[in-house]
């Protein structure tokens, strides 16, 4: 059964930064891609950003040149690194991953940002 454990969430200034990262229970390496969505209040999920098996990220225009993903593999993590938070970053925080059979999320980690 795979985990999909985050952390790093919490509440920070606008303008400020966070690190989410998304710990797996196996080797990440049997994932095609894994990503972060969130979800706002009466909002529906997005994509926030992916990351391929291949290390190719891709990104919401909202967070683009604001936020990063990285992958440390010998950790099985992913990270989301946000920077220049603003208020409509506020959201819970959710990692996933895909493989061909199926695909898996975490519990999700809450992100305010405050004025």
């Known amino acids: 059964q795979v985990q999909l454990v985050e952390s790093g969430g919490g509440l920070v200034q606008a303008g400020g930064t966070l690190r989410l990262s998304c710990a797996a229970s196996g080797s990440i390496f049997s994932f095609n891609a894994m990503g972060w969505y969130r979800q706002a209040p009466g909002k529906q999920r997005e994509l926030v950003a992916g990351?391929?098996?291949?290390?190719?990220?891709n990104y919401a225009d909202s967070v683009k040149g604001r936020f990063t993903i990285f992958r440390d593999n010998a950790k099985n993590t992913v990270y989301l690194r946000m920077n220049s938070l603003k208020l409509e970053d506020t959201a819970v925080y959710y990692c996933?991953?895909?493989?061909?059979?199926?695909?898996?999320w975490g519990q999700g980690t809450q992100v305010t940002v405050s004025s």
């Open positions: 996933n991953a895909k493989r061909t059979t199926g695909e898996y």
């Open positions: 990351i391929t098996s291949d290390g190719y990220p």
